[in-house]
């Protein structure tokens, strides 16, 4: 069996709508990296996976990664953040910091986790917003949107009226991750072998 994993369902979206093997398994972690690790630590318990691929949405670092391109371990110096990084200067402050290329929030504990219980990983992301792209809207918001979407909706609907500027950064950021679902789908079907 080789275990999928994805923070969320809007993330595995167009991969769930292919035509895959019964030898798949699919876990969203929830978001954030002790989210990630419970989620593994029971997944493993109930059944140990050949191997695991860490896949999902990524933020590009720097500027030769786009909307759409693929993450792996041979692409890009992937690091998993405590919190999204919503804005271009906390993407720089990032880089500066440790050297990623490209940024998420649970890639760092899976690995750790698969480390301990000697499964080997494969990490397949997609870069979901680029590394001067600003997302319009607060960590905590988007964080909540992810987990909760119909206790976040007032929250972002309130913003979304008042805040014109954040409107139009959050409708590019749908878009792309729109982009971003369908390439990942794409990786994922090669990764795996699926025709669809």
């Known amino acids: 069996m080789i275990l999928v994993t994805f923070a969320v369902a809007f993330e595995s979206a167009a991969f769930r709508?292919?035509?895959?093997?019964?030898?798949?398994?699919?876990?969203?972690?929830?978001?954030?990296?002790?989210?990630?690790r419970a989620a593994l630590e029971a997944g493993l318990c109930a059944e140990i996976p050949e191997r695991v691929i860490v896949a999902g949405f990524a933020g590009a670092l720097v500027s030769r990664l786009a909307v759409g391109d693929l993450v792996t371990d041979d692409t890009a110096r992937l690091v998993s953040a405590p919190a999204v990084l919503t804005t271009s200067a906390a993407k720089r402050a990032f880089r500066a910091e440790t050297g990623a290329e490209a940024v998420d929030m649970e890639t760092d504990a899976i690995r750790e986790v698969c480390a301990v219980a000697g499964v080997p990983v494969t990490t397949l992301r997609v870069v979901s917003d680029g590394a001067t792209d600003d997302l319009g809207l607060p960590s905590d918001l988007l964080e909540a949107l992810s987990a909760r979407p119909m206790t976040a909706a007032p929250?972002?609907?309130?913003?979304l009226l008042t805040e014109p500027e954040r409107r139009r950064a959050f409708l590019r950021l749908v878009r792309d991750c729109r982009q971003a679902q369908k390439a990942l789908a794409e990786a994922l079907a090669t990764e795996l072998a699926i025709r669809p």
């Not at 709508?17 to 990630?36: E, F």
């Not at 929250?155 to 913003?159: A, P, T």
């Open 17 to 36: 709508r292919l035509p895959v093997s019964r030898t798949v398994r699919i876990l969203h972690t929830g978001v954030g990296a002790d989210s990630a």
């Open 155 to 159: 929250r972002l609907i309130g913003m």
